[in-house]
């Protein structure tokens, strides 16, 4: 199975900051990394699929890159609603993995 | 709209069976991929099966010869038939379609929640 480990499992911001987050495979996936936000109670919700693109109607503030192994999730200009959880998931080959994810928390 | 709504789920003892729902509308169900996934109370995403649209499935290996996808073309509802439940099935199930050449989860329901204890 392809591991999927996310740095940092935590972090701590202030509005306006830029914040990354990274993803690491365990093997090769080429660009079938997607990301996921999650809000607590509530259902994810795809941010950026295959690994640069930008889901419809999300906010250009989010943008991916990334390819083979390693990838990362930035977010451009931290605002309120997007205090949450983040989750990097495989669909190269299953079964698909998620990454433990990175809680983003108000500093 | 496209939407997803699952239900079925309940507090079930070990060992025990139960199946999940998830009715869609706005979309055909055979028509798309559609995958479970599960979180655990407090824990994060755990990918469950799929079923593709030929019919054809896969599993997690946690869950492999235990749980059984399935669809109702004439209900458009996806199933997801879970036997020999354990206490670490305890998780809230959503249902999710599968989009795009590179295969992401788009619209996910709101989840339903199975606890297994005694």
């Known amino acids: 199975d392809i591991q999927m480990t996310q740095s940092p499992s935590s972090l701590s911001a202030s509005v306006g900051d830029r914040v990354t987050i990274t993803c690491r495979a365990s093997?090769?996936?080429?660009?079938?990394l997607n990301w996921y936000q999650q809000k607590p109670g509530t259902a994810p919700k795809v941010l950026i699929y295959a690994a640069s693109s930008l889901q419809t109607g999300v906010p250009s503030k989010f943008s991916g890159s990334g390819s083979g192994t390693d990838f990362t999730l930035t977010i451009s200009s931290l605002q309120p609603e997007d205090f949450a959880t983040y989750y990097c998931?495989?669909?190269?080959?299953?079964?698909?993995?998620f990454g433990q994810g990175t809680k983003v928390e108000i500093k | 709209e496209v939407q997803l709504v699952e239900s079925g789920g309940d507090l079930i003892q070990p060992g025990g069976s139960l199946r999940l729902s998830c009715a869609a509308s706005?979309?055909?169900?055979?028509?798309?991929?559609m995958t479970w996934v599960r979180q655990a109370p407090g824990k994060g995403l755990e990918w469950v099966s799929i079923?593709?649209?030929?019919?054809?499935?896969n599993y997690a290996d946690s869950v492999k010869g235990r749980f059984t996808v399935s669809r109702d073309n004439s209900k458009n509802t996806l199933y997801l038939q879970m036997n020999r439940l354990r206490a670490e099935d305890t998780a809230v199930y959503y249902c999710?379609?599968?989009?795009?050449?590179?295969?992401?989860?788009?619209?996910w329901g709101k989840g339903t929640t199975v606890t297994v204890s005694s």
């Open positions: 079923i593709y649209t030929g019919g054809s499935t």
């Open positions: 998931q495989q669909s190269y080959s299953t079964p698909w993995t």
């Open positions: 093997q090769t996936i080429s660009t079938y």
């Open positions: 999710a379609t599968i989009q795009g050449s590179r295969y992401y989860m788009d619209v």
């Open positions: 706005g979309f055909t169900v055979s028509s798309n991929f």
